[in-house]
Nanobody
Framework: QVQLVESGGGSVQAGGSLKLSCAASRLTYFSRYCMAWFRQAPGKEREAIATIFPGTGNTLYTDSVKGRFTISRENAKKTLFLQMNTLKPEDTAMYYC????????????????WGQGTHVSVST
C-alpha cells in the first residue's frame, strides 16, 4: 500500500516562507508518476494548487499561488516538495500531497494516493 507522509507545516507570519515535504514509500517507479499538492481551508472545498509532471518535471500552478509557490521533486529520494514564499493569511489550510493521477497530469486531476496532510497557518 502506497504511503505518502507530509511534513514541514507550521505557523508563520504573513510574508514568511515554509517548505513542505512529502515522502513516498511503497511507490515503485516514483519518477514515473504525476504528483501534486492540494489544500483545504476550513469551510472550503479542497483546491488543487500545484502539479508536477513525471519525466519533464514541468509544473502547473493555480493562479492564487503562481509566482509564490514552487513544486519540485527529488526522484532518487522519492520526495515531493512545495516551497511557499510570501505567504498570506488566505494560504492557511491543510496541505495534502497526491500521487498517480487518473486520466492525465493536470491541475485538478483525480489522484489515487493521498497523504494525511500537514497544517499551515499564516497570521497577520
Amino acid at each position: 500500500q502506497v504511503q505518502l507522509v507530509e511534513s514541514g507545516g507550521g505557523s508563520v507570519q504573513a510574508g514568511g516562507s515554509l517548505k513542505l515535504s512529502c515522502a513516498a514509500s511503497r511507490l515503485t517507479y516514483f519518477s514515473r508518476y504525476c504528483m501534486a499538492w492540494f489544500r483545504q481551508a476550513p469551510g472550503k472545498e479542497r483546491e488543487a494548487i500545484a502539479t508536477i509532471f513525471p519525466g519533464t518535471g514541468n509544473t502547473l500552478y493555480t493562479d492564487s499561488v503562481k509566482g509564490r509557490f514552487t513544486i519540485s521533486r527529488e526522484n532518487a529520494k522519492k520526495t515531493l516538495f512545495l516551497q511557499m514564499n510570501t505567504l498570506k493569511p488566505e494560504d492557511t489550510a491543510m496541505y495534502y500531497c497526491a500521487a498517480d493521477s487518473v486520466g492525465g497530469c493536470r491541475i485538478g486531476a483525480t489522484f489515487r494516493n493521498w497523504g494525511q496532510g500537514t497544517h499551515v497557518s499564516v497570521s497577520t
